[in-house]
């Protein structure tokens, strides 16, 4: 009972992200001789997996897989934790993850950079679909029939850069099909810019969306706006083949 109980408690520091031996024993108040134990015999089942040698650990596929088999949103947040860790590590920006809600998207979690200046946190709140990335990733892979009766229900502007007519928002899903990911430029709240791209189940259909945002001031680079866009076509692939139980080979 003891060991399974640290073992927990080494899982539960490693949720919040990758971290060293050294860190773990700290917030798990063990000797460091004992966690690196734990965590070797941990990452023997794939609970946890080492992302260099003698670097940081992280939460492990294995975990990641019986986690997503969950199949609810809870599920869902704990398999996208590694994904958005590894999104704010390339992109140094707050990374999330999405639901769709009715005429809404969902924001269930995000995870944030270490920066003096952040966006508020959006976990938690519901932004109506055509004016950001993730509701228009949504709104891109849904039947027509679907879409029509969004357009019917009304698209609303929350700033002057909101997009608002029908016929410019499906071409602009045709592009997000044709792409991969989508940015939105202080459509939905002033000085925030947001690039979001989809994720599906096992059937092909989507179930979510991974975003990643910033303050407009410096997000994005615009060196590095398809780079960021393939980033998280890279991301959401990998989540949607953990969820749906796929192991995807590394290049």
């Known amino acids: 009972m003891q060991s399974i109980s640290r073992a927990f408690a080494v899982l539960r520091a490693l949720a919040v992200g990758p971290q060293g031996v050294t860190e773990v024993a700290d917030q798990v108040e063990l000797p460091k001789s004992t966690v690196a134990r734990l965590l070797t015999s941990l990452e023997a089942v794939g609970a946890v997996a080492q992302e260099d040698t003698g670097g940081d650990y992280r939460i492990g596929q ?13 599920g869902l947040v704990a398999a996208a934790r590694p994904h958005l860790h590894d999104l704010v590590n390339q992109v140094a920006e707050t990374a999330g993850v999405s639901v769709r809600v009715d005429r809404t998207v969902y924001y269930l979690d995000q995870v944030e950079p270490e920066s003096e200046v952040l966006v508020r946190s959006w976990t938690g709140e519901y932004c ?18 679907s879409l029509a009766e969004y357009v019917a229900g009304g698209l609303e502007a929350t700033t002057s850069n909101s997009v608002t007519d029908p016929t410019e928002l499906e071409v602009r899903l045709a592009q997000i099909r044709s792409a991969g ?17 989809p994720v599906f189940d096992a ?3 989507i179930i979510a969306a991974l ?25 959401a692939a990998n989540l949607s083949d953990h969820l749906s139980g796929r192991a995807r080979a590394r290049p």
Do not use: C
Request: no cysteine; proline share 8%.
């Open 62 to 74: 294995g975990l990641i897989d019986i986690v997503g088999a969950a199949g609810d949103e809870r």
């Open 128 to 145: 109506p679909m055509h004016l950001v990335p993730s509701g228009l990733v949504w709104l891109a892979h849904v039947s027509q029939d």
């Open 181 to 197: 990911y989508v940015w939105v430029y202080e459509e939905f709240a002033p000085g925030i810019n947001s690039a979001a791209a």
């Open 203 to 205: 059937d092909g259909e």
């Open 211 to 235: 975003h990643v945002h910033g303050p407009a001031y410096r997000f994005p680079d615009p060196n590095r706006t398809h780079d960021i866009g393939l980033a998280l076509i890279e991301s």
